[in-house]
Nanobody, 123 residues
């Protein structure tokens, strides 16, 4: 079992930045694939970014160049640095962990989820 807790969400102006954190417990952080998803009202949960056990990362196209995923295995914590935020980035952001060695874009393939943190971008 992996327990995940997100933090760092909030209200930010368009063009601003936020850094989300995801603290994990219950398993060695380096033994799972970690990722971020987001969900806006009325929309399906959307893949944002993922980082695998050796630090390789993938991103959803709309956030490439603006968001950066990283992790600190010693602290069992993953981060999502979000820059140049747009109104359409407004969503509940959730971190997830997968037993699979390779990240998938489908939420149903992920095994563990945090409770989510709200990010609101407003001009």
């Amino acid at each position: 079992q992996v327990q995940l807790v997100e933090s760092g969400g909030g209200l930010v102006q368009t063009g601003g930045s936020l850094r989300l954190s995801c603290a994990a417990s219950g398993r060695a952080f380096s033994s799972v694939t970690m990722g971020w998803f987001r969900q806006s009202p009325g929309k399906e949960r959307q893949f944002v970014a993922a980082i695998n056990r050796v630090g390789g990362s993938i991103y959803e196209d709309s956030i490439k160049g603006r968001f950066t995923i990283s992790k600190n295995n010693a602290k069992n914590t993953m981060y999502l640095q979000m820059n140049s935020l747009k109104d359409e980035d407004t969503a509940v952001y959730s971190c997830a962990a997968s037993e699979l060695p390779v990240a998938t874009l489908r939420a149903k393939d992920w095994d563990y989820w945090g409770q989510g943190t709200q990010v609101t971008v407003s001009s």
